[in-house]
């Protein structure tokens, strides 16, 4: 079976909550992102490399300056991680 086929019998709901409480993804951030993904983050040198922890679902569920951080966080709630580029 194709994935293509497979998606195509998932609503978008069903999609939207694939992996959810089992996936999270890490992410190189943008400076930019920071204030549209973590409204509430205090401000950043905009030179500082920084790394995201999302739910599969795309809620952010933490923003820090060590990668490893992002894992051990990950770890912590139980969440099998991948990595976006």
Not at 5 to 16: M, N
Not at 67 to 75: C, D, E, L, M, V
Request: charge should be negative; proline fraction near 5%.
């Amino acid at each position: 079976m194709l994935l293509r086929e497979v998606t195509a019998r998932l609503t978008q709901s069903e999609l939207a909550h694939l992996g959810a409480g089992e996936v999270g993804y890490i992410r190189k951030m943008k400076f930019d992102d920071v204030s549209r993904c973590f409204p509430e983050a205090p401000e950043i040198d905009p030179e500082l490399d920084l790394w995201a922890l999302f739910a599969a679902d795309g809620t952010p569920i933490l923003l820090t300056d060590n990668r490893s951080s992002t894992f051990f966080k990950a770890a912590e709630d139980d969440l099998k991680t991948v990595s976006l580029h």
